[in-house]
Each structure stands twice: as structure tokens, then as C-alpha cells.
């Protein structure tokens, strides 16, 4: 792994997708969302949400530093195969509230555990992309599979990114430090900097610049936070407890969580998990390779 490598792949959690909220047009047959009061937390939070469509229950957890808009190309699809699609924002994240607490593994995971709770949803396919992972395998590991059927997850962060004598696969805590330390000093720049590796060559710059604008709405404080939580926690234990399906879908051309860092150990960790390596894929996977993407998460979530 070259220097530029090792430096994108210690902004893991950057990637995120670049698009907007659906709406449900005329005539479609789609029906449109659902609004309900937030999500509220175990600290007295608001979590907003929407909630589309009628069918086994899909829950989406989103990137680092984005909201649950980014899933725009996947909330049509799963809805027309039949699925009721819910999408949060994370606390301090998009619509949702915040209050400077909470960004560490186990209350992220809690938070998803009142999603779940609270719409009473069972037999739920969770899906995540990037950081959205260690939510679900946090909370599986606290809160166990009752209302979970199977997962998959996109592009994941785990299982460690840490180098240590058992994790020679990891990246020096340094090279983390480094990455915030850049935050620090010019988040902006920092993203203008590595926003190309996310997509492809094809992507289309509304959509880039689309994506940065959505990264630069979320407060320095809160992608610190978060960053913290994804690079600084060992997820090994709990990713070695989970008993439910899981599929884990990751481009073999993903700088920023490289496939052999990320996503081949985290199936591998997984009892029974299934690894589909998508050709050419980066990161935003779930946008440049949305087809190849929807078609995964259906068969799965339908198998």
C-alpha cells in the first residue's frame, strides 16, 4: 500500500453517498413517505427518519459525516421489489438532533436499537455502507438478533484498523492522528483533496459537488467524534457473536476502505458470511455501481 493509499485509507469513514432525498412522482405507484414523529434516544434525542413503502422492513444506516438522503438510488428499488425502506439520520447528522455526547460504539448502536424498537419493526434487513457497519455489529453484539432477519453490509469499516501484533493488516494510530490533525486545520480543503477516489471517473461533478456540500454541513466536532469511534475500537468480538445472514459487497477498486483491510476480514469473522467482490468499484459503490448494488441487497434480502 503506497503512501496516497495508506492516507485514504486512513479517512475510512469519508466515503459517503452524493445525492438527494426521494420524492414519489406522479403516477408511479410508489407510495410516498410516511411521516412520524423522530426517534427519540435513550439521552432524549431526536432521531429523523422517513419511511417508505409497504413490505419486510429495510433498515438504512448511513456514512460518515452524511444522512440518510444518500441512499436515494436504493429506497426506489427496494420499494419496487416489495420492501418498506426506513432511513435515519445519525444524531448530529442531517435533521436529526445533537448535543455534543454519544458519538462513541454503544450508544450509536443504541440509537439504532430505538429505530428499531420504536417502529417495532421485525425480521429487518439492516444495511449499511462505510461507517453504518460498526452500528450494526455493535448493536447485534448488545442488543442480540430478535428483530433482525439478515444484514449486508456496503463497503464496510470494520473489523480494526489499528496495527497490533494480531491486527498486522492495521494502520498506525499516527497515520489517524495525522488525518484529524488535517481536519483540524482545513476540513474543507481536506475533502476537495480526497473526494476523486469515491467515485469514478464517469461520475457526473454535479454529483461530487453535491456530496461535498452534504460532508461540509456536518460539524467538525461531530466527524471528529464519530472518526474516533470507527478507528479507535476493535469490532473483532463482535463480528466473531453475529449468528445472522449477512452478505458484505465491496469494490476491489475502494481506496478508501481497501478490500483486503476491510472487507475480506470482516466476512471472514462473520460464521457463514457471504463476500461478493464488485469489479471496479470504489467506495460510493452503492452510486457508481448502484444497479449491481440494488440487484444484491434484493436477492439477499429476499433469499
Known amino acids: 500500500m503506497n503512501r496516497r493509499n495508506l492516507m485514504q485509507a486512513a479517512a475510512l469513514v469519508a466515503g459517503a453517498g452524493a445525492l438527494s432525498a426521494p420524492t414519489a412522482s406522479a403516477g408511479s405507484g410508489r407510495p410516498a413517505t410516511r411521516h412520524h ?16 413503502g409497504a413490505g419486510p422492513p429495510v433498515v438504512l444506516i448511513h456514512s460518515w459525516t452524511l444522512q440518510s438522503a444518500m441512499w436515494r438510488q436504493q429506497i426506489p ?34 440509537d439504532l436499537g430505538a429505530v428499531l424498537d420504536q417502529l417495532d419493526l421485525r425480521g429487518a434487513t439492516l444495511v449499511s455502507h462505510s461507517m453504518g457497519a460498526c452500528e450494526i455489529v455493535r448493536y447485534l453484539s448488545r442488543h442480540g438478533s430478535a428483530r433482525v432477519a439478515k444484514v449486508v453490509m456496503l463497503a464496510p469499516t470494520t473489523p480494526f484498523l489499528i496495527k497490533t501484533a494480531d491486527n498486522p493488516l492495521g494502520l498506525p494510530p499516527t497515520v489517524f492522528d495525522q488525518t484529524r490533525a488535517q481536519w483540524k486545520a482545513d476540513f474543507t480543503g481536506w475533502i476537495a483533496a480526497n473526494q476523486a477516489p469515491f467515485f469514478t471517473p464517469q461520475t457526473p461533478p454535479e454529483t461530487v459537488d453535491w456530496l461535498v456540500a452534504i460532508m461540509r454541513q456536518c460539524q467538525l466536532p461531530v466527524a471528529l467524534a464519530t472518526s474516533l469511534a470507527v478507528t479507535g475500537v476493535d469490532f473483532r468480538p463482535d463480528l466473531a457473536k453475529m449468528r445472522v445472514p449477512t452478505l458484505v459487497a465491496h469494490g476491489d477498486a475502494d481506496s478508501s476502505a481497501p478490500l483486503a483491510l476491510t472487507g475480506k476480514p470482516t466476512a471472514a469473522a462473520i460464521a457463514g458470511a457471504r463476500l461478493e467482490v464488485l469489479k471496479g468499484a ?5 452510486l457508481t455501481h448502484a444497479d449491481q448494488v440494488n440487484r444484491a441487497i434484493i436477492a439477499f434480502a429476499r433469499a
Open 282 to 286: 470504489p467506495h460510493g459503490l452503492f
Open 77 to 110: 428499488a427496494l420499494n419496487d421489489a416489495g420492501f418498506r425502506t426506513i432511513a435515519y439520520d445519525r444524531r448530529g447528522h442531517g435533521r436529526s438532533d445533537g448535543n455534543g455526547q454519544g458519538y462513541d460504539a454503544d450508544t450509536l448502536a443504541d
Open 37 to 52: 414523529a423522530a426517534i427519540a434516544t435513550r439521552d432524549g434525542l431526536n432521531l429523523a427518519y422517513e419511511d417508505w
